[in-house]
């Protein structure tokens, strides 16, 4: 399959809200950054954008904002293997 093939089957993204404001210039400018991986700046944009006074610009941070954030699932298996790694010491080299 050739690339223009493989570009006209991917659908077109969807246009941001708040085009031609600085609001909605700061939100493209987050996209970019969670499109780069940089998500620091991702959280910072997107935090300064929840004031907004364009509620689909708020609802487009608030989006950007739930893919950032830290999983709760992670957090449980980190704290599993916190305790893990306890009752192992415990059990192997304090007692």
Not at 80 to 94: D, E, R, S, T
Request: glycine letters at 8%; one cysteine or more; charged letters at 25%.
């Amino acid at each position: 399959m050739s690339a223009a093939k493989r570009k006209k089957s991917e659908p077109a993204p969807e246009a941001l809200p708040g085009a031609g404001t600085p609001e909605g210039e700061s939100l493209r400018d987050a996209a970019a950054a969670f499109e780069a991986g940089d998500y620091a700046r991702v959280r910072r944009l997107s935090g300064s954008l929840a004031s907004a006074g364009d509620p689909k610009v708020r609802d487009a941070a608030a989006e950007l904002l739930r893919r950032v954030a830290v999983d709760p699932v992670q957090i449980g298996f980190l704290v599993l293997c916190l305790l893990a790694l306890g009752a192992i010491a415990w059990v192997y080299v304090l007692r």
